[in-house]
């Protein structure tokens, strides 16, 4: 169990986050009129309004027997008349348009000056006008599902978010390595560091948050090596009681934009058999073995799925299978029965998305058609329709810093991958960092070329 103070530290800080919000800035007059661009739900509001306003005139004029109506126009016309004969109309009606035109705006202007003034933040430079345009297409974007692992999940949820607030983060338990690999020894419970990365590449203060997430203790008894993240989630599950209620929590905390989902809550641990013979067990010992993986499962063998996770992907719009690790990050989520066959029943747009650099250890000499062939061995069935492909090639200072590692990028063998019944995306999703040689899928790049398949499905 975590001692006292660590809790009453993690809810502290709880309570601070939640209180981020400070007041924001009036935006200009001249922005009034985005108020009534399409999908905000203004204008029906303001016609609605307007027509309240007019039958509550008339309810009043009727209750004060004012009836029938013929006598409350009579007395407007009247009305009209002495004005008219005091005024020329030429005058009198375009100044009475736009004194009510400026009456309008002006009041207008200062209701929605007073309503920015309590929602928008001061840490946002645009105005609330465009934040509510950007929330409504947000939510109104494809139900996502990403289903993997490691740092290859939070890359891709970096840029989907910039698409679609419902997207929901599969992530695998079976790691047991690291700050991660202690808390599960010690504490119990699932390992923290994935789902803490998928938190953080969802947050809207993401780069903060990443920072505080990612922050490593290099001191203290008991908490060198371990991340803030994973002591934040771990003590969360102590206060929240399981595991599923603390993520969803600490996405209320830390303003997440999605869902993010264990595929199981059990406790799971890994194994391979190698083709040398040996036998394997633990995620973070098949990697160090470095030898080639002939068979793979995990204990308990058949694990149940969360059924959060199982809804999701029943109701979802599209399926994202990967980047990250073959046999560490991605198929240990198809070793779970349920996620593996809600997939396969799911009728629409699944794509998997292939790694750019074979593993050392793990997927050594492997082609784009053995990543795929991995994954059918596994689920038994083909669960995906189309795999995306990185085609922009390497520098040659990256490709001599990877060799040094014994990993290579991974050969698109076309006609393989054709005969395996799947559709071929090759785009340019690479971000390779200039200094140090080392790639990764770039978060935007990717995004936009998934996006742009799934439109066209």
Same mark, same amino acid.
């Given at each position: 169990?975590?001692?006292?103070?660590?809790?009453q530290?993690?809810?502290n800080?709880?309570?601070e986050?939640?209180?981020?919000?400070? /007041?924001?800035?009036?935006?200009r007059?001249?922005?009034?009129?985005?108020?009534?661009?399409?999908?905000?739900?203004?204008?029906?509001?303001?016609?609605?309004?307007?027509?309240?306003v007019?039958? +509550?005139a008339?309810?009043?004029?009727?209750?004060?027997?004012?009836t029938?109506?013929?006598?409350?126009?009579?007395?407007?016309?009247?009305?009209?008349? =002495? /004005?008219?004969?005091?005024?020329?109309?030429?005058?009198?009606? %375009?100044g009475?348009?736009?004194?009510?035109?400026i009456?309008?705006?002006?009041?207008?202007?200062?209701?929605?000056g007073s309503?920015?003034?309590?929602l928008?933040?001061?840490n946002d430079?645009?105005?609330?006008?465009?934040?509510?345009?950007a929330?409504?297409? !947000?939510?109104?974007?494809?139900?996502i599902?990403?289903?993997?692992?490691?740092?290859?999940?939070?890359?891709?949820?970096?840029?989907?978010?910039?698409y679609?607030?419902?997207?929901?983060? $599969?992530?695998?338990?079976?790691?047991?390595?690291?700050s991660?690999?202690?808390?599960?020894?010690?504490?119990?419970?699932? %390992?923290p560091?994935?789902?803490?990365n998928? !938190?953080a590449?969802l947050?809207?203060?993401?780069?903060?948050?990443?920072?505080?997430?990612?922050?490593?203790?290099s001191?203290?008894?008991?908490?060198?090596?371990?991340?803030?993240?994973?002591?934040?989630?771990?003590?969360?599950s102590?206060?929240?009681?399981?595991?599923?209620?603390? $993520?969803?929590?600490?996405?209320?905390?830390?303003?997440?934009?999605?869902?993010?989902?264990?595929a199981?809550?059990?406790?799971?641990?890994?194994?391979?058999?190698?083709?040398?013979?040996?036998?394997?067990?633990?995620?973070?010992?098949?990697?160090?073995?470095?030898?080639?993986?002939?068979? $793979?499962?995990c204990?308990?063998?058949?694990?149940?799925?969360?059924?959060?996770?199982?809804?999701?992907?029943?109701?979802?719009?599209?399926i $994202?299978?990967?980047?990250?690790?073959?046999? +560490?990050s991605?198929? %240990?989520?198809?070793?779970?029965?349920? /996620?593996?066959?809600a997939?396969?029943l799911?009728?629409?747009?699944?794509?998997?998305?292939?790694?750019?650099? =074979?593993?050392?250890?793990?997927?050594?000499?492997?082609?784009?058609?053995?990543? /795929?062939?991995?994954?059918?061995r596994?689920?038994?069935?083909?669960?995906?329709?189309?795999v995306?492909?990185?085609?922009? %090639?390497?520098?040659?200072?990256?490709?001599?810093r990877?060799?040094?590692?014994?990993?290579?990028?991974?050969?698109?063998?076309?006609?393989?991958v054709?005969?395996?019944?799947?559709r071929?995306?090759v785009?340019?999703?690479?971000?390779?960092?200039?200094?140090?040689?080392?790639?990764r899928?770039?978060?935007?790049?990717?995004?936009?070329?998934l996006?742009?398949?799934?439109?066209?499905k």
């Amino acid at each position: 169990m975590l001692t006292n103070p660590v809790k009453q530290a993690l809810q502290n800080i709880k309570a601070e986050m939640q209180n981020l919000t400070p /007041i924001g800035r009036r935006p200009r007059l001249r922005r009034l009129f985005k108020w009534l661009s399409p999908g905000l739900f203004v204008k029906r509001w303001l016609l609605i309004s307007s027509l309240g306003v007019i039958l +509550t005139a008339i309810g009043l004029a009727i209750w004060a027997k004012l009836t029938p109506i013929a006598r409350l126009m009579g007395f407007v016309s009247q009305l009209l008349e =002495t /004005i008219t004969s005091l005024v020329p109309n030429y005058i009198s009606g %375009p100044g009475a348009v736009l004194l009510g035109l400026i009456l309008m705006f002006w009041g207008q202007s200062r209701t929605l000056g007073s309503i920015t003034e309590v929602l928008k933040p001061d840490n946002d430079d645009r105005e609330l006008v465009d934040v509510l345009i950007a929330h409504r297409r !947000l939510h109104r974007g494809p139900k996502i599902v990403a289903i993997g692992g490691g740092t290859g999940l939070s890359t891709l949820l970096r840029g989907l978010k910039e698409y679609s607030a419902n997207i929901t983060a $599969i992530v695998t338990v079976a790691d047991d390595g690291g700050s991660s690999g202690r808390l599960r020894r010690e504490v119990g419970g699932l %390992p923290p560091g994935d789902i803490r990365n998928c !938190l953080a590449a969802l947050a809207d203060e993401e780069k903060l948050l990443t920072e505080l997430f990612q922050y490593r203790f290099s001191a203290g008894d008991g908490l060198t090596g371990h991340s803030f993240g994973n002591l934040f989630l771990t003590a969360m599950s102590e206060i929240s009681g399981d595991w599923e209620r603390a $993520i969803a929590d600490s996405s209320q905390v830390l303003a997440v934009r999605g869902r993010v989902f264990p595929a199981t809550l059990s406790d799971v641990s890994l194994w391979a058999e190698l083709s040398d013979g040996r036998s394997i067990e633990g995620e973070s010992n098949i990697t160090a073995a470095k030898g080639k993986i002939k068979n $793979i499962g995990c204990y308990p063998s058949n694990p149940p799925a969360l059924p959060a996770a199982i809804a999701a992907i029943e109701q979802a719009d599209y399926i $994202i299978i990967g980047p990250g690790s073959l046999y +560490t990050s991605i198929i %240990p989520n198809l070793l779970v029965p349920q /996620i593996r066959e809600a997939i396969a029943l799911r009728q629409v747009p699944r794509i998997y998305v292939c790694n750019i650099m =074979t593993q050392n250890g793990e997927t050594d000499n492997y082609t784009v058609a053995d990543h /795929i062939r991995a994954i059918d061995r596994v689920c038994d069935r083909k669960i995906f329709d189309a795999v995306l492909v990185n085609r922009r %090639p390497l520098s040659e200072f990256a490709l001599s810093r990877y060799a040094l590692e014994k990993s290579h990028p991974v050969f698109l063998d076309r006609e393989a991958v054709s005969r395996l019944g799947r559709r071929l995306v090759v785009a340019d999703v690479l971000q390779e960092d200039k200094e140090t040689g080392r790639i990764r899928h770039s978060p935007q790049l990717l995004a936009k070329s998934l996006l742009r398949w799934y439109a066209k499905k």
